[in-house]
C-alpha cells in the first residue's frame, strides 16, 4: 500500500466577524497517499479554498485554525512555527493559485521569481539554479523559455503565466501540490491544456497533486478520488468511480444532474433549490437541509451520522443511518 502522505483530522477554520464566529470549515477529515491526484469539489464559498490554505497555514486575518490536525508526513502542521513552515512552503508543499495575474509579482520577472524560490530552499548556485529553471519552463511546455524567463508577468498570456506558477510549485520538487481552481480564470482550450500539464506532472514525477475545484467534469478526467464539500463540511467522499456511479448524497446527486449533457440538448439544465445560507452556524442538524429533496424531519434536528459504505466510499446523511 502506497504510504499516508497527508491527513486531516476534525479540521475547524474559525473566521472572527462583528456578529460573532463564523466556522468556514467544521470538522473535515480525509487522507491522501503519496502520489494521488485528490480531488475537492463544491459550490462557491463550500469551504475548499481554506481548506487548501489551512494545509499551510495560510488562513488569511481575521481567519485562524482553531482545531484539527494536519499531518503532514506525521509531523502536525497545526502546531508548527512560522519558521517551521516556512522550510515546509515551497520545499515540501507548493499551491499553485487561482489566478495567476495576481498570484505573480508584478515587479519581478518570472525567471527571478522562481529564481527566488529555489535560493530560498538552497537548490544550488546562481548558475545551476538558471540552467534547472529554463529546462522546467520548456518541460512545462513554455517553448521560448529564455524569453519567459526574462519576461515580467504581464508580457505573458494567462495560460503562460499558470504554466510559470506551476514551474514555480515545482521547482523546489515539493511532493505535495495544491491546485486552487488552476483553470478557472483561462478559456475553456488553455484549461485543458493546463489539466493534461498537471496529469502528467502527476505521472511523469510522481507528485501528490490536490485539485480544488467547483467542476466535477474535471474531477472526473484527472483525479482518483475525491471529496465534496458543502457548508464547511466533507457530505461525501470516495473514489472516482464510487461518487460517479454509486452517488449517495443528494448534494452530490444535484450536482452531478447540473451537469450539462450533450445528449439533453433541448432539455433544460437541472437546479439545486433554493440558496447557500448566510449563516450557517444557526443552522442546526444536516447543513444541506433546506435545499435537500430528501429531506426528514429528523434532518433539521441532528448532525447527519457518519456512514461508509465501502472501505473508501462514505456519506453524511441520515438516508444512510440504519439505525433510528
Known amino acids: 500500500m502506497a504510504e499516508t502522505l ?90 499553485v493559485f487561482q489566478d495567476p495575474a495576481a498570484a505573480l509579482n508584478p515587479l519581478f520577472t518570472i525567471g527571478q521569481q522562481i529564481s527566488a524560490v529555489m535560493k530560498r530552499h ?10 534547472n529553471a529554463i529546462h522546467l519552463l520548456n518541460d512545462l511546455g513554455l517553448s521560448d523559455a529564455e524569453l519567459v524567463y526574462d519576461s515580467y508577468p504581464h508580457r505573458l498570456s494567462g495560460g503562460m503565466q499558470q504554466r510559470a506558477m506551476i514551474a514555480m510549485a515545482l521547482c523546489a520538487k515539493p511532493d505535495l501540490i495544491i491546485a486552487d481552481e488552476p483553470t478557472s480564470a483561462l478559456d475553456v482550450t488553455i484549461q485543458n491544456q493546463i489539466l493534461e500539464l498537471l496529469v502528467q506532472t502527476q505521472r511523469e514525477r510522481g507528485v501528490t497533486i490536490i485539485l480544488i475545484t467547483h467542476d466535477l467534469g474535471v474531477v472526473a478526467e484527472t483525479c482518483d478520488e475525491v471529496a465534496v464539500f458543502y457548508l464547511g463540511r466533507i457530505v461525501e467522499k470516495g473514489t ?21 449533457n450533450p445528449k439533453k440538448l433541448q432539455q433544460e439544465l437541472s437546479v439545486i433549490p433554493g440558496m447557500i445560507p448566510s449563516n450557517p452556524d444557526a443552522l442546526r442538524g444536516c447543513p444541506f437541509e433546506p435545499r435537500c429533496f430528501a ?7 441532528i448532525d447527519p451520522p457518519t456512514v461508509r459504505l465501502s472501505t473508501s466510499h462514505q456519506v453524511n446523511c441520515h438516508l444512510f443511518n440504519r439505525v433510528d
Open 240 to 260: 472516482i468511480g464510487e461518487i460517479f456511479h454509486y452517488t449517495s448524497h443528494p448534494y452530490t446527486k444535484g450536482l452531478l444532474a447540473a451537469l450539462p
Open 6 to 95: 497527508l491527513k486531516v483530522n476534525d479540521l475547524q477554520v474559525a473566521f472572527s466577524t462583528p456578529r460573532g464566529e463564523f466556522r468556514a470549515v467544521s470538522g473535515v477529515n480525509f487522507s491522501i497517499q503519496t502520489g494521488q491526484f485528490y480531488g475537492i469539489v463544491g459550490e462557491s464559498g463550500c469551504g475548499k479554498t481554506i481548506t487548501g490554505r489551512a494545509i499551510l497555514k495560510l488562513v488569511p486575518p481575521p481567519g485562524r485554525i482553531v482545531g484539527g490536525q494536519i499531518l503532514y508526513h506525521n509531523n502536525d502542521v497545526v502546531q508548527m512555527s512560522e519558521s517551521e513552515m516556512r522550510q515546509i512552503r515551497g520545499r515540501c508543499i507548493s499551491m
Open 122 to 131: 538552497k537548490m544550488g548556485s546562481n548558475d545551476t539554479i538558471h540552467e
Open 295 to 301: 429531506r426528514m424531519t429528523k434532518c433539521g434536528l
